[in-house]
């Protein structure tokens, strides 16, 4: 009997996905390389073990893996991004058949998706990189799936992909055809750095409540929880009640107990990097990126803490409205993060022709995903609407929303910063809103700087756009001025 499908790399997140096709009905070839002394007899443990009595099959050659599979054939990559997936592409290239396709769900760079797909193609076979979301749960009942690459390949990938997705409320999977090249990777990327941003705010509105509300964290919990139940609504909130109810063997509260400094795996720098490649703001990503890193000094901080500010003391508040404030800026912040996010898609699909579809995109976060939220359907909408907003926040339910919470917003950041407790994500996104929505913002002295110092010349509000100007600013320079590209 040959399988439908074929997935290599059994961690944690393969297995899953495995057992997840293999419930649905299908038959999966698995394979995982051999590495003396570190990774030995996976397949072995894996098929007498978790896949025993299931239409898994086990194969320890990756030749005889490839041999087990239907035409044209499936193969599933769930190996660590970078080198690694070259490399098991270069062993699968002599053993396919034309038409094959080879699917990495890992969490690739999108340039390299752009990359493999090209060098697939070229040698007649089919390549699809796709975003997997939702951690080992996700991956075993139902994922946020984003693929991107040949086209031709999504018709017989989409039975598969689609049955292991998550399914939204609606019942729609959350797995849809995202476009060609690297697409599917640039999404699951910026999905990423959403939950970085998701994340940092979190964080914030637990360290507020913590310090200016000196809540315990049962109280912090019974907060979220509440929250949880309206407009913010999301797992990683419902996770976070539980994470600070959760007490460990000796009966104490874990994250007590767990060190302050953040690890990242890159898909948030990358967001960050490509966002500013193509010339996107994208700050309050970048504030939860830099924040992590800021973290993970450790020992800078407590020097920093004793040397610089050892007579701080943090002035708890009274305000009764102070919970109400953080909620509104919570979530005037998170909308921020979200316009954001889905500006620097839209970019990216102007920039590289992908044709994005955003409410599809947000449709498919709806479930599934680690940033799973009911607020991703109001998204949808707003990008379904019969006028596309060219904003997210000109959307009239966000403009309206934004306006309201302004005024327990600015208040919160003032409180905040008076007491001297950092809010970079809160205050980045306040700070975005109000740039946005200044029609006149002081880089008319920014320029007038940059022609002052190296002739880089200026526009006038006077005269047509795209004309530049360089003055004689001292009556000592001379004619020369450099060009006015923009990177
Ligand atoms: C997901 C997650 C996952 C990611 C981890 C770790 O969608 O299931 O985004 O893909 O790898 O969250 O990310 P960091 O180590 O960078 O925090």
Redesign the pocket.
């Known amino acids: 009997k040959k399988a439908d499908i074929g997935l290599i790399g059994l961690a944690v997140m393969g297995e899953n996905l495995v057992l997840n096709m293999e419930s649905k009905g299908f038959t999966v070839a698995v394979y995982n390389r051999t590495v003396p002394g570190i990774e030995e007899g996976v397949v072995e443990r894996f098929v007498n073990g978790r896949g025993k009595g299931k239409n898994i099959i086990g194969c320890t050659e990756i030749n005889d893996f490839v041999e087990h599979i239907k035409t044209p054939r499936k193969i599933m990559m769930m190996v660590r991004a970078g080198n690694a997936v070259d490399q098991l592409m270069e062993q699968l290239f002599p053993l396919l058949s034309p038409g094959d396709i080879i699917i990495d769900g890992g969490?690739s760079n999108y340039e390299d998706s752009n990359r493999r797909v090209i060098e697939t193609e070229k040698r007649g076979f089919r390549f699809i990189g796709t975003g997997v979301?939702?951690?080992e749960f996700?991956a075993l009942n139902g994922a946020s799936i984003m693929p991107g690459g040949s086209q031709p390949a999504w018709n017989d990938v989409k039975p598969i992909l689609q049955r292991i997705a998550a399914v939204a409320e609606d019942g729609t999977p959350c797995c849809d055809w995202v476009g060609p090249g690297g697409s599917g990777h640039f999404v699951?990327m910026i999905?990423?750095g959403i939950?970085?941003g998701d994340m940092q705010l979190i964080s914030e509105a637990y360290f507020l409540l913590k310090h200016l509300k000196k809540m315990d964290n049962e109280a912090i919990a019974t907060v979220f929880e509440h929250w949880n139940e309206g407009r913010l609504h999301s797992y990683l909130m419902e996770i976070s009640a539980q994470v600070l109810r959760h007490r460990d063997k000796d009966g104490d509260y874990l994250i007590d107990k767990i060190l302050d400094t953040a690890?990242?795996?890159?898909?948030?720098k990358w967001s960050v990097i490509n966002a500013m490649e193509l010339g996107m703001p994208l700050g309050l990503i970048a504030s939860a990126v830099f924040e992590r890193s800021l973290s993970s000094d450790k020992n800078l901080r407590v020097e920093a803490a004793k040397r610089l500010a050892k007579d701080r003391k943090i002035d708890t508040t009274t305000d009764l409205s102070l919970v109400d404030d953080i909620e509104q800026a919570l979530y005037a912040s998170k909308l921020v993060s979200y316009a954001q996010g889905f500006a620097v898609l839209q970019k990216a699909s102007d920039n590289f022709s992908w044709n994005l579809d955003l409410a599809s995109i947000a449709r498919m976060w709806r479930a599934g995903?680690?940033i799973r939220s009911a607020f991703l359907n109001d998204i949808s909408d707003a990008y379904q609407a019969s006028e596309k907003p060219k904003h997210l926040l000109f959307a009239p339910k966000f403009a309206a929303e934004t306006a309201q919470a302004l005024k327990g917003w600015k208040g919160l950041v003032i409180t905040a910063l008076q007491a001297e407790l950092p809010v970079p994500a809160l205050s980045s996104a306040l700070n975005y809103y109000l740039s946005l929505t200044t029609a006149n913002l002081p880089a008319n002295m920014i320029q007038a700087l940059r022609d002052f110092f190296g002739a880089h010349t200026f526009e006038r509000i006077d005269m047509p756009r795209g004309e530049f100007f360089h003055e004689d600013w001292t009556g000592k320079g001379g004619n020369t001025h450099s060009g006015s590209y923009n990177v």
């Open positions: 969490n979301s939702g951690g996700g699951k999905h990423n939950e970085y690890g990242q795996k890159g898909t948030g995903c680690i």
